[in-house]
């Protein structure tokens, strides 16, 4: 059992080493918590804001998506979406929103666990924060497509709403009404972090491969 977590840590700083090389080895770590606090604030910030632009709402009406959560003007929404058969958004995502929160915090201690990995299993630690916006994303997109494209056919305006997929950013039309789509400050954080990661990958590589290749050519 040591041994084989002495793979998977790999091998420890030699203080003589840690001392004349501080910075070196102090640069992964510091990017990799500053990455890790970053992703847990986001947990408390909106991810993601739509705008629904109709006839009948001159200033629009918006809803702000956090992880676990849809705040603002939902409830008119969802009245809008039911005349064309699309189904009230509270029903998207209730799995994904179930487990967020725990599901960030939790990737958020693999990034805090790859501190003490000097081999390149940091990258397995590490690969779920990166990849996280982009999951969120393309998770987000399936649910908008699902919805728009499973309309209820008995819905008062369903003959004149065509299925259609609202896209995730920018600008989407349906209909009579438009919509604008953007990242808002939690994405902008967890885009920040994957950031933080991918450099701290690259500074961890060049600090401690040497280390890694010197213990493997006296074993």
């Given at each position: 059992m040591a041994g084989f977590l002495e793979r998977i840590l790999g091998p420890r700083v030699p203080p003589d080493e840690a001392n004349a090389g501080r910075v070196r080895y102090l640069i992964p770590t510091a990017l990799f918590v500053v990455a890790a606090v970053l992703l847990v604030t986001s947990i408390?910030?909106?991810?993601?804001?739509?705008?629904?632009n109709a006839p009948q709402y001159p200033k629009g009406l918006?809803?702000?998506?956090?992880?676990?959560?849809?705040?603002?003007?939902v409830s008119e929404i969802d009245g809008l979406n039911h005349y064309i058969?699309?189904?009230?958004?509270g029903e998207a995502a209730q799995f994904e929103r179930s487990i967020s929160i725990v599901g960030v915090a939790a990737v958020s201690l693999l990034i805090l666990a790859a501190v003490v990995v000097h081999t390149r299993w940091v990258v397995l630690l590490t690969?779920?924060?990166?990849?996280?916006?982009?999951?969120?994303l393309l998770d987000l997109q399936f649910w908008m497509a699902n919805f728009g494209?499973?309309?209820d056919p008995?819905?008062?305006?369903?003959s004149s709403v065509k299925p259609f997929v609202p896209?995730?950013?920018?600008?989407?039309?349906?209909?009579?009404?438009?919509?604008?789509?953007?990242?808002?400050s939690g994405l902008w954080l967890a885009l920040a972090a994957s950031v933080l990661i991918a450099a701290g990958l690259y500074f961890?590589?060049?600090?401690?491969?040497p280390l890694v290749d010197a213990q493997q050519g006296t074993a």
């Open positions: 408390f910030l909106p991810y993601w804001r739509l705008t629904l918006t809803i702000h998506a956090y992880l676990n959560r849809l705040e603002g003007d058969g699309m189904r009230p958004l690969l779920p924060a990166l990849l996280f916006p982009a999951v969120f494209r499973n309309l008995t819905a008062p305006l369903s896209p995730v950013l920018f600008e989407g039309k349906i209909a009579q009404f438009s919509t604008w789509a953007m990242p808002e961890h590589r060049r600090a401690y491969k």
